[in-house]
């Protein structure tokens, strides 16, 4: 199945155009608590310059090595999904676990087609992180190490079992199309700009993870480096055309800076929402989460079954800043849908609920019963 047989793109969809007016409002109140005046200027900085270094860089490195695999190692996932047979639902599944949420569109589009059935639509599902995968990968990559082979697995019995008792044929319509992944094309000048902030930006990192005083090594380096990165993407979050995800048939440098982009601003929201309120509101938030610790991992659930992936980035980096359990991680990565979740409501609404239904169940299971049985596994 070719990329272009799931979406609907244009090559002269990426000129830079009207800036988005909602995320232009975000960009300016982010440049605005940048250059206040005071601690509160100082704080923003700071947390901009560390979400840049210690997170988008090697977001940034995953993408790149990602997709480039990807594009050297091509081949027709939608015919080898129609020739399966018995093997759908585990195909679909480990096309679901791969990182991102192209594996899972791939699969939803195949399903409306008719090339696969429903079983393998709950696995690919079930099995889907989305983004909030790279950024796993890139900053905790022992816990992905034991995420995606779990959320694999669970999807892979989840699909099965879906076949054998579920009676309702949830058809799709084969004609059905969406416009998810505009088609960029030629890579573009800011593309190759966030690339070579991106460099600096991985040194800076690497040298903050052997656990040296970056600004002993480099002096302002991180600094100019870091709001420069994020200088770079808002802009191209700003601008973009992109809704949900990047095209297939785009260069892996582009499709680097548009989804790094993405995840950098729900990370700059997550790390300043929590420091503001420990800062200005002094409460101990880590405090507060504890007292409600039983519901942590429902509410992980829960939030996997917003569409899309930014919800679920901010679960990964609360996760990741030690202020939910494991448990809540776990339960999230399987409930999440990603952006696999909008071209399956397009095409299928019921199907989608359905689907979406199904996911949750082994979501609330795994997730308490890491809860009570593994309180302290890799928290």
Known sequence: MDATAITQSTTNQTRIGPFRPKRLFVALVLLVLAIYPGVLGEITRGLMVDAYTQVAVFVSATFLIFYGAERLFKFDIGDALKNAKGWQVPLASLLGATPGCGGAVIVVAAYSSGNVGFGAVVAALTATMGDAAFLLIATRPEVAIVVLPLSLGVGVLSGYVVDAFSRTPYLGNPSATCALAPLIGRSRKRDYLAFALFVPGLVVGITQLTGADVYEVWGQMPTYVGLAGVAVSLVIWTVSQVQAMTH?????????????????????????????????????????????????PLIGVLIGLVPGCGPQVVVTTLYINGLVPFAALMGNAISNDGDALFPAIALNPKAALWATIYSTIPAVIMAYGFYFFAPDFMN
């Open 248 to 296: 297939t048939a785009d260069s892996p440098v582009t499709r680097m800076a548009e989804e790094t982009a993405f995840i950098l601003v729900w990370v700059i929201g997550a790390y300043l929402a929590y420091d503001y309120v420990v800062e200005f509101a002094g409460l101990d938030l880590e405090a507060m989460f504890k007292t409600v610790a039983p519901l942590l």
